[in-house]
């Protein structure tokens, strides 16, 4: 799994949502209980502690921030971060996963 492969799949995610207003953020995921907002932001941290890890860093949490129509730039710029930490193939290929499973869920 390259990383341009993650970045695609993080494109596809972020052209499903990138137009997206609070009501359709707020709405309930896909055979779920939390928000898609609330989906997407765990997907933003688990990209963050992936990149982290990589970089052999500490963890920290990504701030919610106070409008959920900047998760797409978040998740670009996790992604952006975990691609220059320069990780295994095999952390691409999860982290790719993960977002495809999360714009299944959307």
Known sequence: ??????DRAVE?????????QQPRWSATA????????DLVHKLVQEIANL??????GL??????????????????VVAADLRAAGPPDAVLARAAAVVTATRSAL
């Open 30 to 37: 896909e055979g779920g209980n939390v928000s898609r907002a």
């Open 59 to 76: 963890r920290r949490d990504v701030p919610r921030l106070g409008n959920d129509l900047v998760l797409p730039d978040q998740l670009r």
């Open 1 to 6: 799994m390259s990383a341009a492969e993650l």
């Open 51 to 56: 990149a982290a890890d990589a970089e052999g």
């Open 12 to 20: 596809l995610l972020v052209r499903q949502v990138g137009h997206w």
